[in-house]
């Protein structure tokens, strides 16, 4: 995306009344959306929004949430874009979640920085939002600026897109930086299909469809009154359009931390002796060193988080190799360092349930951004299981066990160390800052945890918990899960 510069969009719209050849779809098009003289952006609706990656098992949909407000303000000569909702979670039927809160994330992309506006993560109640950089979602962000009609076209005029004739209109194509996007026009030169790929750690080259319906007009522009998006071949929005203001200011300014994009950081805390705590930000690792090798929990994030992790292991427990990951959940904030594990030629140990999801979604391309296994091309190698499963180097025990009913995700596992009395999970029970405000209802993930504990009978003494401020007692889930006044 960083070959868009300012004088090409500048270019783009002098473009638009100089394109008049006959037949042209690109000239066709721009007269059909009215937006010849169109700067900027406005539009606003309601419908559902899907959180990406955070399907609740491997053949599931993107979790839904209703959305009462979504207001997207785009400049299109920058480029960049202000997008702010307010939304809540919907609760599917026999799965017990969180009493839903409304949500108000405010999402900016300038260029090449993105950011989100909020508070700092553990800041107590009342923080003011600062920015919060966001470079991993820069791509996407300004894929959904030039998958809008407006953009679209302009986009393809500054890129000398190709065009050619299909049965009932045109198709579109041209190329920004790495991403290549494809738009189809109908007969009456509206553009009904987005597509392009983008990069997830995941699911590599992704693919990204936005689709147009409804076209209406709008105070002179004419705009789909319904637009869908798909990301990884599920939903990821479903919005109602209800107003389109064209050429509205949008000073969308830079501020000077959201370019600062702090290292990635990893710190050591021995939990017990060969048990090593590895935290830093909002995820954290854990490793368990054996006789002749190390045993290595969760790759949370990306390439760059397991690789910093991966080099503080071979700082504190040098000599030996890491032949073991144990994946919690698919998740992908739990799951997007996994690859780099392959790479490093560890087994990756998960539930059952999710060894056919990784297999597809690593045999797929990750062109746009070669990782070490797509350079390296090494096999996977699983070990799964559906119940109590034990690795052991014949002197200290690692547990792993299902974690039994949770709402959270279906495929879900905890790692119990019987000899050190030691439980390590992710997402069951995420203890509070000491800054935090106390919980006013029982987390039910939080309560199953709880629940899971007792039906195994696990001594428990500490809890490594995969987010959160650092490692904690049975005392405080117990008192996490007391029923509250």
Not at 47 to 68: I, K, L, M, T
Not at 148 to 176: D, H, L, M
Not at 288 to 315: T, Y
Request: overall charge negative; charged content about 20%; some cysteine.
């Amino acid at each position: 995306m960083r070959g868009f510069t300012v004088s090409a969009i500048a270019l783009a719209i002098v473009s638009l009344s100089a394109c008049n050849r006959t037949g042209d779809p690109l000239q066709a098009a721009a007269k059909a959306i009215g937006g010849t003289e169109l700067n900027s952006l406005e539009f606003s609706g309601t419908g559902r929004w899907y959180q990406f990656g955070q399907a609740p098992n491997p053949d599931s949909a993107w979790p839904p949430f209703e959305v009462s407000r979504y207001t997207a303000t785009i400049d299109y000569q920058v480029p960049a874009a202000h997008v702010q909702q307010v939304r809540k979670q919907v609760v599917e039927p026999g799965r017990a979640r969180p009493t839903p809160v409304e949500q108000k994330p405010d999402q900016y992309v300038s260029g090449a920085v993105a950011w989100n506006l909020a508070p700092p993560q553990g800041a107590p109640a009342g923080t003011a939002p600062s920015a919060q950089p966001q470079p991993a979602a820069v791509d996407e962000r300004v894929a959904e600026i030039w998958s809008t009609p407006q953009g679209f076209i302009k986009a393809a005029i500054a890129n000398k897109a190709s065009t050619k004739a299909i049965e009932g209109g045109s198709e579109i194509a041209f190329t920004v930086g790495k991403l290549r996007f494809v738009g189809i026009t109908d007969a009456q030169h509206q553009l009904l299909r987005v597509q392009t790929l983008i990069d997830n750690p995941v699911l590599g080259d992704t693919p990204f469809e936005t689709t147009f319906a409804d076209y209406k007009d709008f105070d002179g522009v004419r705009f789909p009154a319904h637009i869908t998006r798909q990301l990884g071949g599920y939903p990821v929005l479903d919005l109602q359009v209800s107003e389109v203001k064209a050429n509205v200011a949008a000073d969308l300014k830079v501020p000077e931390d959201a370019g600062k994009v702090p290292p990635v950081a990893v710190t050591v805390e021995t939990v017990a002796p060969g048990v090593l705590y590895l935290r830093g930000g909002s995820h954290h690792s854990v490793a368990i060193e054996q006789q002749d090798h190390i045993i290595v929990v969760e790759a949370p994030l990306n390439e760059a988080r397991s690789e910093a992790v991966i080099a503080k292991v071979k700082e504190s427990i040098p000599g030996k190799t890491i032949r073991y990951l144990i994946n919690s959940h698919a998740h992908f904030d739990h799951s997007g360092g996994l690859r780099t594990y392959v790479a490093e030629g560890a087994t990756i140990v998960t539930h059952a349930q999710n060894e056919a999801y990784y297999r597809n979604a690593w045999a797929k391309p990750h062109s746009l951004n070669p990782d070490r296994l797509e350079k390296s091309k090494t096999a996977p190698v699983f070990e799964t299981f559906k119940d109590r499963h034990v690795l052991t180097d014949g002197k200290r025990e690692v547990v792993i066990h299902p974690i039994a009913a949770s709402g959270h995700n279906d495929a879900f596992a905890l790692v119990y160390l019987p000899a050190e009395k030691i439980l390590i999970e992710a997402d069951a029970y995420n203890p509070l800052p000491a800054t935090a405000p106390p919980l006013t209802e029982i987390n039910p993930y939080t309560a199953n945890l709880y629940e899971n504990i007792q039906r195994l009978g696990l001594d428990v003494q500490k809890i490594t918990a995969l987010h959160g401020p650092g490692v904690v007692s049975l005392t405080d889930l117990q008192a996490a899960v007391a029923p509250k006044s």
